[in-house]
């Protein structure tokens, strides 16, 4: 079975500064690896996937991520963050050949407060 | 394009009374939809799997009979909640499975219904 990590629950940061929200894995098979962000009292919207190819993937908003198979993370970074950034951040990963069609597993999610 | 809706989006019961909550694929076609239920500050967990003109499939410990799913058209997914307990107080995720051009099957996911049993 595959499972995700996210090791920071908060992370505070200031606005225009640039943010990591790290993301590790594990799984006996190949993955596929998701961001997805979401709002108060709101459902699940998409920042990125890694299918395959390029490790380093771009999302929405000026996010991006880095599929680093040694590490078996998944990163997501952004070079300088807004105040409308602030929001819960989730990390996912689906295992077959179907993609994120399969069943997800979420990480514990990641709250980014950005700060004036 | 991929819209998926829910309603309501909140719900207040009484204990002891059944509620059901409705997950719509707007602009597409979904045999299979995914329902999950989040607690306050916490993930996202899979409660089970609907498809379209058969049984749900429910992960381990999610009882059957508790949550009802049904999912009886392409566009309509619901998930009942008999008998409510204020245990049961949570915020359900609805997603739609939809495949794309590529073959690749994504998810899109409603806005959520947050249930509080009283």
């Known amino acids: 079975a595959q499972s995700v990590t996210q090791l920071d629950s908060q992370v505070p940061v200031f606005e225009e500064a640039p943010v990591e929200l790290r993301c590790n894995y594990s799984?006996?098979?190949?993955?596929?690896l998701f961001w997805y962000v979401q709002y108060p009292n709101q459902g699940l919207q998409l920042l990125l996937k890694?299918?395959?190819?390029?490790?380093l993937v771009k999302g929405i908003n000026g996010f991006e991520a880095e599929f680093n198979k040694s590490q078996t993370s998944f990163h997501l970074r952004k070079p300088s963050v807004h105040i409308s950034d602030t929001a819960e951040y989730f990390c996912?990963?689906?295992?077959?050949?179907?993609?994120?069609?399969?069943?997800?597993?979420f990480g514990t999610g990641t709250q980014l407060k950005v700060e004036l | 394009g991929a819209v998926v809706s829910q309603h309501p989006s909140w719900v207040i019961c009484k204990s002891g009374t059944s509620v059901k909550i409705e997950c719509r694929s707007l602009?597409?076609?979904?045999?299979?939809m995914f329902w999950y239920r989040q607690f306050p500050k916490q993930s996202l967990m899979l409660m089970a799997t609907s498809n379209e003109g058969s049984k749900a499939t429910y992960e381990q410990g999610v009882e059957k009979d508790k949550f009802l799913i049904n999912h009886a058209s392409l566009t309509l997914s619901t998930l009942t909640v008999t008998s409510a307990h204020p245990e049961d107080s949570s915020f359900y995720i609805c997603?739609?499975?939809?495949?794309?051009?590529?073959?690749?099957?994504?998810?899109?996911f409603g806005p959520g219904t947050r249930l509080t049993v009283l």
């Open positions: 890694y299918l395959s190819g390029s490790t």
């Open positions: 997603s739609a499975r939809l495949r794309d051009r590529a073959g690749y099957n994504e998810q899109f």
């Open positions: 996912a990963v689906s295992v077959g050949i179907t993609g994120g069609g399969n069943k997800l597993t």
């Open positions: 799984s006996s098979v190949s993955v596929y």
């Open positions: 602009d597409f076609q979904a045999t299979t």
